[in-house]
């Protein structure tokens, strides 16, 4: 996995933070501390109650911190001016928090006003902003936030809270009131625009798909904001901390996992493929020496036409057009191998059909292929089990 | 929002129509009466203009004054420290409200003597509960999420309060202010009994010296004046309150 951060250096560090809540005996958040890299989006997830949002609010100290010290890019904020604080710090919620009686494009524009920006780049980030986020400036800067849909509403909710530029981003479940087609839209989304931007975000989930989806580190949250593990969502998944963790993360993680590969991960298996123009006669010879009994079609362009087998050549057709499966499982290297799977279990043929950009034919991954791989990742946690078994021994031997 | 436009300003125009034609209805009917020399030293232009100017003096200066109060204890009442003594303090001027609005008026002259002031603070006294309770409804009704939102932006408090709280409670307070001013217009006859004028002294003179044009000349006028009080105050609703809001 490339290192998508600025080594070393975190952006926010928060040591031994603490709030006790007026009259609660329990502290909801006891002596957390954690660091997030500069450029990192770091999901907060946990069951209900956990302290997720108190930590988050304490960040930018809409709840006051009882004890502890909160570091933002190095220096100390724990008591600094929280609304000049505020304005370096975006903030995303639940109900996107919209200003009901302000346009979209004045909503969008409220932090680079309070910067005291002037109003020529205050309007052009206005426009720079929707754009980024998907949204026609033309056509939605002068609405009001109830003539958006409740996605549009959420994009420019996370708009607004970049416009002011800030280098962190708090993100307080920012899709938990979608629906889940648009909700999985608003994630691939957020990516996308995480991929430009490169902000450090933290973000609170208790949906432990959407951290191991969004998240490039995973804080999985016990009892009163208890750290019980920190780390990739391949980690995560991979060699859970504790029981908890384990439980937590639940049934399916080897599935999960998968979730977590891309397709260009595995070697795509060559297949013997046949061009649509070709003599049947020889196509069947080929289909007859094929290890699979098939052969896949291409196209001028080769892009994938259809799979044909023996029975498709019995009689022999005059020429290939229309013969065979249609070959429509196609993915590109971009995909999933839990894509892959999904699509493999729901469509006949040999496998997927990995094509690049163009719909060019680039390979086909199978069973065997996927396989194959959660195998790999199965031998390497355990390795990594023996090797931590061993570090623990002999720290212990030398203690 | 010029779609929304038409929407916006329908229905206005009834209520001018209404007290078009009530006036034009009290005219020709006073037209077809035989008045005496009494009624007719009530019923002329110079006097009916300045009672009625008196009356609609009256109603909008108490309402001002209302407003000038209650927004600002309002405000004061819906600050976090305060929040939690809101209830309390709305109770005890609940029981002041009680009084009636003759009996306020009655005590305050027999400590400030008669005239305009008397009246205008009776009729404040009477109607201040009503809208403060309005402006802390109106205040408290916006969604704590906005607040948060704009504090979580780095906005100060001042700055919520002007630019989130206040316009997003505008239409809850401007409803309060209008039911008060249009029941002050009807209370605001008895100024006649501290001195004040108003329609109120048509209405009484109609009465003392049984002569029914008067008295029914004084009500029309009252009734238009309470009419086109709402007609305002239905105009400045629609104008001040915050777009996008419904
Ligand atoms: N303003 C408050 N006053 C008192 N107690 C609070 C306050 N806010 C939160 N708590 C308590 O602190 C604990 C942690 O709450 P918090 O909102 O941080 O949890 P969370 O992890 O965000 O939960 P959820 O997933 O339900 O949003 C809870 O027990 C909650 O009851
Ligand atoms: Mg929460």
Redesign the pocket.
Known sequence: MPDRTDAGRPMLRLRELTKR????DRP??DRLSLDVAAGELMVFV??????????LKMINRL?EPTSGSIELDGEDVTHVDPNRLRRRIGYVIQQTGLLPHLTVGANVALVPRLLGWPSARVRARVDEMLELVGLDPAEHRDRYPRELSGGQQQRVGVARALAGDPPVLLMD?PFGATDPLTRERLQNELLRVQAEVRKTIVL?T?DIDEAIKLGDRIAV?GERSRLAQVGTPDEVLGRPADPYVKRFVGAGASLKRLHLVRLDAVPARPFPTARVTDDPALVRDLVVRSRSGSVLLLDAAERPVAWVAADDLTPLPADLAGVGLPATATLTAEATLHDALDVMLGTDGAGVILVDGDGRFRGVVGLDEVMAHVARLHAESRRHDVAAAAALGSAEGAA | MSGGGRGRWAGLAARPLVVALLLGGLWLWLRGQELDSIERRTINADYLLRATREHLWLTVVATLAVAALALPLGVLLTRPALRRVAPGVLTVLGVGQAVPAYGVMVLLTLRFGVGFRVAAVALVAYSLLPVLRNVVTGIGQVDPALVEAGRGMGMSRAAVLWRIELPLAVPVVLTGLRTAMVIGAGVATLATFVGAGGLGDIIINGIKLGRTPVLVTGSVLCACVALALDWAGAVAERALSPRGVS
């Open positions: 809540y007026r009259g609660q909801a958040v946990g069951p209900s109650g956990c302290g997720k949002t108190t930590t709840v479940e609170v208790h949250f």
